[in-house]
């Protein structure tokens, strides 16, 4: 059965860091986009950074660029999420994502497959 499974949520002051995991069921992640994507309480969902498995290339949100760093463990079929300095505006349920393709747009609207989801939170 194919899935993404999120893990390593919580809650964190602000500066704090967190690493978010997403594990995948299936070797064929090994070669399609993997993304991880944030929906606030009230707001749309929008991307965060998404990386092209075959290759590892990577994309960030102008937002999270230069705190946040995407990874991949092909090996564990895994996709990691470091989260660094984190900010009160970063609270939202974050959640993985796959598709299908070469192109790994920082935009939740192609993504077909989603996991359930790790809710983050960061006081001030």
């Known amino acids: 059965q194919e899935y993404l499974m999120e893990s390593g949520g919580g809650s964190v002051q602000a500066g704090g860091s967190l690493r978010l995991v997403c594990a995948t069921s299936g070797r064929k992640y090994s070669s399609m986009c993997l993304g991880w994507f944030r929906q606030a309480p009230g707001k749309e969902r929008e991307g965060v950074a998404t990386i092209y498995s075959p290759d590892g290339s990577t994309y960030y949100a102008d937002s999270v660029k230069g705190r946040f760093t995407i990874s991949q463990d092909n090996a564990k079929n895994t996709v990691y999420l470091q989260m660094n300095s984190l900010k009160p505006e970063d609270t939202a349920m974050y959640l993985c994502?796959?598709?299908?393709?070469?192109?790994?747009?920082?935009?939740?609207?192609?993504?077909?497959?989603w996991g359930q989801g790790t809710q983050v939170s960061v006081s001030s």
């Open positions: 994502a796959a598709r299908w393709g070469w192109d790994c747009p920082v935009d939740p609207s192609p993504y077909t497959t």
